[in-house]
């Protein structure tokens, strides 16, 4: 049987075309981009589509868009072998991270992908990110399952775990990489799965999507400078639950009597604070110098290596799902869909 794939079309460079008379990139009907890439024929799948009208630039996606591309997922899950989303490169990796959360016992690949350049343009990246991404979305082991059971992410020359990525450049057509996680296949010739590197959930249980994300968190990034003015100002902002407290190295933060202060107050008044580094390889390791260890006796949990997409939206679906704040806790100190190594 052919396979069956889906197509996501939600917007981005990828489905752009530029304004004749400004200049600028505007999207354009999702037919037209399929007719820039004849070749798709060539493949030999049973290929639908959905697109969100109007298409969204990436730049304001937000938890409902995640939520319209879930249930996309959900009424489809039956009658489609995978889904293909296409999307912008900007927010992309915290897509792709929710939607591994949102999406319990996931076993059909969520391939997300894009462009650097339109598809409509000679050197443009999309035509063989789309090709590849169904390609991927269709492979399947030995025994006839899905060879990728999670959200990952193609771009270019990999495929990357989704809740792993980051975007890391605005000019190279290899945009994505996962720092902390090997890739889950390399794209050259041909697609050479890292089996090893693939997700498979312990439950085979049906899909189950979350649709609730708890908005009420926020990030606050370290600098040299910051004033204790500014800090209690952040930390007292009304309805925040969650802090992705983004530190230097691996986990360091000031050591001064007012910053610690600061931070245990607002961790005994119930905000859940996580520590994640701002370098983009390696992790926290809180105990290895004073100045990590003073946020862990504050009672700041060690986020390890996990990414900041991930950080924040893993937050946000803890937060969805009702729990308090020390059950958020706990979770974040396990990994749910291979977001981070504990």
């Known amino acids: 049987m052919r396979?069956?794939?889906?197509?996501?079309?939600?917007?981005?460079?990828?489905?752009?075309?530029?304004?004749?008379v400004t200049h600028t990139l505007q999207p354009f009907d999702f037919t037209h981009l399929m007719d820039n890439v004849p070749k798709v024929k060539m493949l030999d799948y049973d290929i639908d589509n959905i697109?969100?009208?109007?298409?969204?630039?990436?730049?304001?996606?937000?938890?409902?868009?995640?939520?319209?591309?879930?249930?996309?997922?959900?009424?489809?899950?039956?009658?489609?072998d995978g889904f293909v989303v296409l999307h912008g490169t900007d927010t992309m990796a915290y897509t792709a991270s929710a939607l591994s959360f949102m999406l319990e016992n996931l076993h059909k690949p969520v391939i997300i992908t894009g462009s650097q350049l339109p598809i409509g343009e000679v050197r443009t990246d999309?035509?063989?990110?789309?090709?590849?991404?169904?390609?991927?979305?269709?492979?399947?082991?030995?025994?006839?399952?899905?060879m990728v059971q999670e959200v990952a992410i193609l771009f270019e020359n990999y495929l990357w775990r989704?809740?792993?990525?980051?975007?890391?450049?605005?000019?190279?057509?290899?945009?994505?990489?996962?720092?902390?996680?090997?890739?889950?296949?390399?794209?050259?010739?041909?697609i050479t799965f890292i089996e090893e590197a693939l997700y498979?959930?312990?439950?085979?249980?049906?899909?189950?999507?979350?649709?609730?994300?708890?908005?009420s968190v926020m990030t606050i990034d370290l600098n040299p400078g910051m004033t204790e003015g500014v800090?209690?100002?952040?930390?007292?902002?009304?309805?925040?639950?969650?802090?992705?407290?983004?530190?230097?190295?691996?986990g360091n933060s000031p050591t001064d009597e007012w910053f610690v202060s600061l931070i245990r107050?607002?961790?005994?008044?119930?905000?859940?604070?996580?520590?994640?580094?701002?370098?983009?390889?390696?992790?926290?390791?809180?105990?290895?110098?004073?100045?990590?260890?003073?946020?862990?006796?504050?009672?700041?949990?060690?986020?390890?290596?996990?990414?900041?997409?991930?950080?924040?939206?893993?937050?946000?679906?803890?937060?969805?799902?009702?729990?308090?704040?020390?059950?958020v806790k706990k979770y974040l100190n396990c990994a749910l869909c291979g977001e981070v190594t504990i």
């Open 3 to 20: 396979p069956r794939i889906l197509i996501i079309y939600t917007g981005g460079t990828i489905g752009m075309m530029e304004n004749p």
């Open 51 to 80: 697109q969100f009208d109007p298409p969204i630039d990436s730049s304001n996606m937000n938890p409902s868009h995640w939520g319209d591309i879930a249930r996309a997922i959900e009424e489809n899950y039956d009658s489609f």
């Open 126 to 146: 999309g035509e063989e990110n789309l090709i590849t991404a169904l390609q991927v979305a269709a492979a399947t082991t030995t025994t006839g399952e899905a």
């Open 162 to 190: 989704g809740n792993r990525s980051t975007k890391m450049s605005a000019d190279n057509f290899n945009a994505f990489k996962s720092n902390n996680y090997p890739p889950l296949a390399n794209i050259g010739l041909g």
């Open 200 to 215: 498979r959930s312990p439950s085979k249980r049906p899909l189950k999507v979350r649709y609730n994300m708890d908005t």
């Open 231 to 250: 800090l209690r100002h952040l930390l007292v902002t009304p309805g925040i639950k969650g802090i992705v407290l983004r530190t230097y190295g691996a």
């Open 265 to 327: 107050d607002a961790v005994e008044r119930g905000i859940v604070i996580l520590n994640v580094t701002q370098c983009v390889n390696g992790g926290v390791h809180s105990t290895l110098y004073d100045t990590g260890n003073c946020l862990t006796q504050a009672g700041v949990l060690s986020g390890h290596d996990i990414t900041i997409e991930a950080a924040l939206t893993k937050m946000m679906y803890l937060f969805g799902l009702g729990l308090n704040g020390e059950t």
